[in-house]
């Protein structure tokens, strides 16, 4: 039971290249959440969804995208890299009901140079 | 949107000494979650508390939910080195129809000295 899993664990890119990063979860979870992590600004959501098919916005969307086409996966897409994204970025997926709460993946370091 | 605010931001404490977070919300939240992100992991679900004046506890660890549903506390008792890391409380969105939209609080970073 792998949990979720995050690709890759460290990337570095130049100003407006585009990347995707990878989350993967195999409990059947319906919840997935992409959040950055900045220091001293805790964790913030990106985007968010509650099934395959249905995506949101959470409070920092401005330069990512994202799409839900399977329940396993929630890939998030960096359209134009900038240094202001440089970030831990984590995924995580959770039951309906959140009554486990969030599962986290270990973690994507990105830098944008 | 749903905003939940944690002080201190920074605590240092002595080994054996007692410990509290709080979390506070200017709305009535439907559930408060708390997670622990040990230094360079990935934040860990703690628990989950509801019901309005909810008290849990987990070891040393006593989490409380407030009356109003706009409070909550982490307290640890007795600190231990294991304790260290960033504590975070988090909310569903409160109100709204979104759920699984949780919002993190800013942590509360716990260092330990022995």
């Known amino acids: 039971n792998a949990g979720v899993t995050q690709t890759p664990k460290f990337q570095v890119l130049k100003t407006g290249q585009s990347m995707t990063l990878q989350c993967a979860q195999d409990?059947?979870?319906?919840?997935m959440s992409w959040y950055r992590q900045d220091p001293g600004m805790g964790l913030r959501l990106i985007h968010y969804?509650?099934?395959?098919?249905?995506?949101d916005q959470g409070e920092v969307p401005n330069g990512y995208n994202v799409s839900r086409s399977t329940t396993e996966d929630f890939p998030l897409r960096l359209l134009s890299a900038a240094p202001s994204q440089t970030s831990v970025y984590f995924c995580?997926?959770?039951?309906?009901?959140?009554?486990?709460?969030?599962?986290f993946g270990s973690g994507t370091r990105l830098t944008v140079v | 949107g749903q905003q939940v605010m944690q002080i201190p931001q920074y605590q240092h404490v002595q080994e054996g000494e007692d410990f509290t977070t709080y979390c506070n919300s200017s709305?009535?939240?439907?559930?408060i979650q708390w997670y622990k992100q040990r230094p360079g992991g990935h934040p860990v679900f703690l628990i989950q508390?509801?019901?309005?004046?909810e008290v849990k506890k987990q070891k040393r660890l006593t989490f409380q939910f407030g009356e109003a549903k706009k409070n909550s506390s982490l307290h640890i008792t007795a600190t231990q080195t294991t304790d260290v890391g960033t504590y975070f409380c988090?909310?569903?969105?409160?109100?709204?129809?979104?759920?699984?939209?949780?919002?993190f609080g800013q942590g509360t970073i716990l260092t330990v000295h022995p």
């Open positions: 995580a997926s959770a039951p309906r009901g959140l009554w486990d709460g969030y599962t």
């Open positions: 409990m059947n979870h319906e919840y």
């Open positions: 969804s509650v099934g395959a098919g249905i995506t």
């Open positions: 709305t009535t939240l439907s559930n």
């Open positions: 508390l509801v019901k309005s004046g």
């Open positions: 988090a909310a569903d969105n409160a109100g709204g129809t979104s759920y699984g939209k949780l919002t």
